[in-house]
């Protein structure tokens, strides 16, 4: 599915704010993909799609979820929140007719991470992170790295949101702790 008819699909399912969050998110995936030597069309599929169901309530995510055999940890059952990338494959096949697996795993992990993130993960992972209408401390050192070191800003970012998470005294999901470690490893072998 083209760009444009996506966008004319998802834009009512999405509160005006989120709507503004994912084509934020799409134009700098797109400049990721162009400096890293990514496809631009599954780029743009996952990031116009990543948040698919972020407007949905923890209880829908839930409900979702246990209906399409999504497995739900213990941190997900607590925080609902983090269903909506799984939950979002579910929307994003059924609703767009997105079937390639590549495309999905971005949606699917791009609030968590995971370990041996492909390429397209991390554009999609750190586009969501660095998008123009997001504002914290150390973003625009971030957003320089992002342009010269792909890894290094995806390990900056988790371990931005680690911190963060710790800060609040909020529950950690395994697969941000072990996207983490695994990125530092590949890092250390060059």
Known sequence: MNELIIKEKIQPHLSPKRFGH???????????AIRYH?????????????????????ADLLKLAQENAIKIDRVSKNDP??????????IAQKDYGVYDEAVLNAIRYH????KKMTQLDKIIYLADCIEPGRNY?????LRDLAVFDLDMAVLEALT??????????????KQ???????????????
């Open 22 to 32: 994912t084509l934020g998110v799409v134009e700098v995936a797109k400049k990721l």
């Open 38 to 58: 990514e496809p631009i069309e599954p780029v743009v599929e996952a990031a116009l799609l990543h948040d698919c169901a972020r407007n949905f309530s923890n």
């Open 81 to 90: 929140s983090l269903l909506h990338g799984p939950v979002g494959v579910v």
């Open 111 to 114: 609030t968590t991470g995971r």
């Open 137 to 141: 401390k150390g973003l625009t050192e």
């Open 160 to 173: 931005n949101t680690l911190k963060f998470l710790l800060d609040k005294g909020q529950l950690i999901h």
């Open 176 to 190: 941000t702790v072990s996207a983490r470690n695994d990125l530092i490893l590949r890092i250390k072998k060059g």
